[in-house]
């Protein structure tokens, strides 16, 4: 059995779901038949880039992926805002204003740092009443957004240039759990006095995974079809890089695998992945000295872990 990560540098037009369906496909082709297989966060078939795609064991840790930080690099051009918020959409509204040099880097250093409330556009994948949002928006429904509270940790990169006689800037920006590039990007527009949408988005990293790491599709098919693919598969424990790692003997290991509680132990508290060796056993809580099992892994002793 495979557990680890393929970190998956998505290209354009393709959807999440189809990006776990190539894998899937990757692992068959390298004889690994059927391996569970789920992605950490969700990437817009506009969007570029790092995609996190768990397998076997490691998709108990996809869920941690949608609440690490992001990374990403984006173009906003000013002047048409769209009714999808990027250039795939149809124009919704227009403004003749574009934005003076060094107004976006002033606005979003005032306006657009640290803790923010933002409006998730009407095309996102969340759950309205048991229906997906894009879903209802596609169909002409008036879809109502509720206000999210997101934040921008770090604004970096900032470049400007005139397109078709029209303001683009290109800016890199790493956020919280939960933020909307697109909503960004029209909230920018508006505080500038004026119209925009998204023309070019590309995550750059997600939680412990960067683009150094990613691999296209192209080059994880023709790994797959040679002797490759354990070469580019990152071991379970690369989405736990900020855990600290906690040993337990045998009989510990195996009293947590029995789901019983251990008492009195001397480290600190907070979050461990608990081990035998060098297999992975739980990722467990520690809180006055007790441990309690978040979530446990099915490996035996003797497993291999890649």
Same mark, same amino acid.
């Given at each position: ?46 969007? *570029?880039?790092?995609?996190?795609? $768990? %397998?076997? &064991? =490691?998709?108990?840790?996809?869920? #941690?992926?949608?609440?690490? +930080?992001? /990374? ?78 997101? *934040?921008?940790?770090?604004?970096? $990169? %900032?470049? &400007? =240039?005139?397109?078709?006689?029209? #303001?683009?800037?290109?800016? +890199?920006? /790493? ?132």
């Amino acid at each position: 059995m495979v557990h680890g990560w393929i970190i998956l540098d998505k290209p354009l037009g393709l959807g999440s779901t189809q990006a776990v369906s190539a894998v899937k496909r990757a692992l068959r082709d390298a004889g690994h038949g059927k391996a569970k297989v789920g992605h950490g966060g969700t990437l817009d078939p506009l969007a *570029t880039g790092v995609l996190p795609i $768990a %397998i076997g &064991e =490691a998709t108990k840790l996809a869920g #941690r992926m949608l609440d690490a +930080t992001k /990374t990403y690099a984006f173009a906003v051009r000013f002047g048409r805002q769209t009714d999808t918020l990027d250039l795939e959409g149809q124009v919704v509204a227009t403004s003749d204003v574009q934005p003076e040099p060094g107004a976006v880097a002033r606005v979003v250093a005032e306006q657009f740092t640290g803790p923010i409330e933002q409006i998730p556009p009407a095309y996102s994948a969340i759950l309205i009443d048991g229906r997906r949002a894009y879903d209802r928006a596609r169909d002409g429904e008036d879809v109502p957004m509720q206000p999210r509270a997101v *934040t921008i940790l770090h604004w970096g $990169a %900032i470049t &400007e =240039a005139d397109v078709e006689g029209e #303001r683009e800037v290109t800016l +890199t920006v /790493t956020v919280s759990k939960g933020t909307y590039i697109r909503s960004l990007a029209r909230d920018i527009a508006l505080a500038l006095g004026t119209r925009g949408h998204v023309t070019m988005l590309r995550r750059l990293q997600a939680g412990p995974f960067a683009l150094d790491t990613a691999i296209s599709l192209d080059n994880l098919r023709d790994a797959a079809m040679g002797s490759g693919l354990k070469n580019v598969i990152l071991p379970m424990e690369a989405g736990l890089v900020d855990i600290p790692a906690l040993d337990l003997d045998p009989d510990q290991a195996r009293a947590v695998r029995q789901g019983r509680v251990l008492t009195g132990l001397p480290q600190t508290d907070g979050l461990w992945l608990a081990r035998s060796g060098l297999v992975p056993v739980a990722l467990v809580e520690l809180s006055d000295g007790a441990l309690r099992v978040e979530r446990g892994f099915n490996f035996p002793d003797i497993a291999k872990v890649m």
